[in-house]
Every structure is written in C-alpha cells, then in structure tokens.
C-alpha cells in the first residue's frame, strides 16, 4: 500500500474528460468513470473479443474524436486503442492547464488535425517488475498506475544512510535515493507521457519538453539563437544545443554508408531504404505504404468530396489529393506570383533556380555531380547573402570517423590519414 496521509497527486485532481465517441458529449472528471463509459460505446458495437478483421471493416462504425477511422486487425486491439483515447483525453486537460496557468507561454499553431491520433498499441500492457504477478493490462492508465505503485511501496532508507533503492524492473541494475528519482526511472522503462498538448495532440514525458514544443513556434523576432550550421533560430539556448546535435553523425546503417544522428533516424532510414514491408494496405485498391500518414492521405483520393481547394483569388481549383494542390500551385501559380522570388544558388556557375529540385537537376546534369555516399539527395544550406547553396560537408562524431576510417582500411589498403585528414568532417558530394 501507498505511504499514510501522502499528500494528493496530480493524477487524484478532477478532470473535465469529455466523451469524443461520434456524437456522444457526456463529460466526466474522474479517469475510472470516463474510462467505464467510453467501455459502453466500445461493447454497443457487439464485437466478439476473438473477433479479427479487415483494415476499414470498423471504418463507418469506430470513430473517435472525428478522425475517420482506427486502422486495427481485432477486437481486442481496437479495445486497446479506444482505451488510449481516454488516457490521451486526460493527457491533453493537462496540456490545458498548462495554458491557462501560464498564458504569457504562446499556443500551439500546427492545428487540429492530427488532436486525436494516438500511437499503435499492438499488445497488451506487460508489468516487468521484480516478483510482480500482475496480468496484462489493457488499459494504459490502469497499468501506468500500477507500475507507479512499485515505486511508492518500495521500502526507503532514511537520508543518514547510503543504502539505495534499486529499480526492480527486468535486467535493470539501476538505483536511486528515493522515491521520485525512482519512479521518474520507471517512466522510461514504460515509455508513459505525462502531457499532451490539446491543440495538436502531441504527447510529452515531461513539462520541459511541452514547453520546447510551444517555444519552437515562436515567432522569428523572440528566436534570438541561431544555428551556425544551418541558420536556424531558436528561442531558447538550451533547444539551440539540442538542434545542434542533430548535424553531427553518430550512427552508421550497415547495410551501406549512410550516417545518421540518432539510432531513431537510423532505423527509420532502414525502414524506409532497404525494407520493402509495406504493413498499411488500402481497402478499395491494391495500394500499401509503410506508415498510417501515407495511407491517410492516399485515402483522400478514395473521397467523393473535393478535401483540397486553392486558397489564391479567383481559382476555384480543387482535387481530392494534398499532391495535387501542391502540383496544381507549381504549375498554375508559381511563374505567375509577383512575391515568388529564386532561393537557391548554384556554387559552381552562379545560376539561380526557385525550387531545390531544379537545383539538384541542374547540380546532376551540367556539372555531373553525383549523390553523397549512402545519402539519397543532395543538401542545402542558407548562406549569409539569404540564397540556399550545395552543402558541402557532413559532421561526423569522433568515434564514427574512427569506424569509417578502419572500415576504409580494409576494404582499400590505403593509409587512415589519406582518407580522412580532418578526423571530425567529410566532403560531400564526389564528383
């Protein structure tokens, strides 16, 4: 059991959780109550909970919070689903009373299409406590309460001593002094979030990073840090060093030679690069994508109704598709608007061109330049004089350049000081 007379939590506070379930508009302000109505809906439709299906099956039936449609393949995952709304129903009251608790903060601006689309939730939530006998969990607001239990009944040594508090989750060796830096660890074993913001959805695992999601939309004037690099601004300095890290490669895909930031770029690149696993099929044609934003926008075209107009005066142009309107704009519109104006530069002749592609064709054909090693297009940078040029150079870590170099020895015989003098940064592109 929890500690005696503990004080209350930010979980216990009343909520004003309002039901999204198609035209459904009860409200409640506890999680247990909203959680046992949205079940109601789920049990209307009278689905067996062995029951598989289709992707689209439920398509006209399920709709929660207006997006259309749950891409799920049974019962039980689409029960798994429908609960993850309700706790990111939760998640973005708080992401409210952010706001309202701190107005001077800014708002969201990317928009409400994308509020209610929550992660896959493939299986069951599993408790991989030490000695916990707890089942699966379908819930994720059950089950993230229940691993915070862990935490608060572990047994805490009073501050004189040097006796720490161990994890207690599989395979995990870590300790901590007390209760809240144990429970803050716990977090990252379950991946839980802890805000979302109501505006866009997004889901946070603390209040800092919620904040650099606001911050980041600011506008250009309160971005006084910018990036060296690539001339991008921030509005803090803390987010300026983290974007900054981005430039600088630390991973190498092994199956060719590009280099990526972050092990999530990394797979991401395998995924899309040398996958040919397509998991989200269209269920009016043979078309398959390897993520649910490409099927969403491939389902556009399936529409009755035109979803895209041309927002120019006078042009009362519309189409079913995002591709479309961006290629009806290039086409139409583009040679025709007095503020169009060239952006990018060649470095070899000094031509200019208004769109990147036409600079890398120019780059291809006139000049014969060639892709960069292992990366699929050619990069460009904003330069003093505000026109956008060939970047040149990629920025490796220390330890990666190290592996390059060795993996070069071998495979060419050469000396590592021939093929990488430097040590920290590589030319890019080869002619």
């Not at 995924?271 to 934003?293: D, G």
């Not at 995002?322 to 290039?330: D, Q, T």
Request: charged share 25%.
């Amino acid at each position: 059991m929890p500690p005696a007379n503990k004080p209350a939590r930010k979980d216990d506070s009343p909520l004003e959780l309002a039901c999204e379930w198609g035209s459904c508009q009860e409200s409640f302000d506890q999680m247990q109550e909203f959680c046992g109505h949205v079940e109601g809906h789920f049990k209307a439709l009278d689905i067996e909970e062995g029951d598989n299906f289709s992707f689209g099956e439920q398509r006209s039936t399920v709709v929660y919070g207006k997006t259309g449609f749950c891409s799920v393949a049974s019962a039980k995952e689409l029960k798994r689903h429908v609960y993850f709304h309700c706790y990111h129903t939760k998640l973005k009251q708080w992401g409210q009373g952010v706001f309202k608790a701190q107005p001077s903060l800014g708002t969201c601006a990317i928009g409400l299409h994308n509020r209610n689309i929550v992660l896959d939730i493939t299986d069951n939530f599993i408790c991989s406590h030490w000695q916990c006998e707890q089942p699966s969990l379908v819930n994720p607001e059950w089950f993230y309460r229940h691993v915070e239990m862990h935490s608060m009944c572990m047994d805490v040594p009073s501050a004189d001593k040097e006796t720490l508090v161990c994890c207690g989750w599989k395979d995990c060796e870590a300790k901590f002094k007390g209760r809240f830096k144990l429970r803050e660890h716990l977090r990252s074993h379950t991946g839980k979030k802890v805000v979302a913001c109501p505006i866009c959805g997004g889901m946070f695992a603390n209040n800092t990073k919620f904040f650099d999601h606001i911050r980041r939309q600011t506008t250009i004037k309160g971005q006084r840090f910018q990036c060296s690099h690539c001339s991008k601004r921030f509005a803090t300095e803390r987010l300026l060093r983290d974007h900054m890290r981005n430039h600088v490669n630390h991973y190498k895909c092994p199956l060719c030679d590009m280099t990526c930031p972050s092990p999530s770029s990394l797979r991401n690149h395998i995924k899309f690069r040398h996958s040919n696993e397509k998991p989200y099929s269209c269920e009016y044609c043979e078309y398959s994508c390897k993520n649910l934003i490409d099927l969403c926008k491939h389902l556009d075209t399936h529409s009755t109704e035109p979803a895209y107009r041309c927002g120019l005066t006078n042009c009362d142009y519309t189409t079913r598709s995002l591709h479309s309107i961006k290629n009806h704009y290039k086409k139409v519109h583009e040679s025709t608007q007095g503020d169009f104006v060239v952006r990018y530069k060649c470095h070899v002749c000094e031509q200019c061109f208004t769109r990147g592609n036409n600079l890398t064709a120019h780059l291809r054909k006139k000049h014969q330049f060639k892709w960069p090693s292992g990366h699929p297009r050619f990069r460009y940078k904003k330069h003093k004089d505000g026109f956008m040029r060939l970047l040149l150079i990629r920025y490796e870590s220390m330890e990666l350049t190290e592996q390059l170099m060795r993996e070069r020895e071998r495979q060419e015989g050469e000396d590592a000081s021939q093929t990488d003098s430097l040590g920290r940064t590589r030319r890019m592109p080869g002619r």
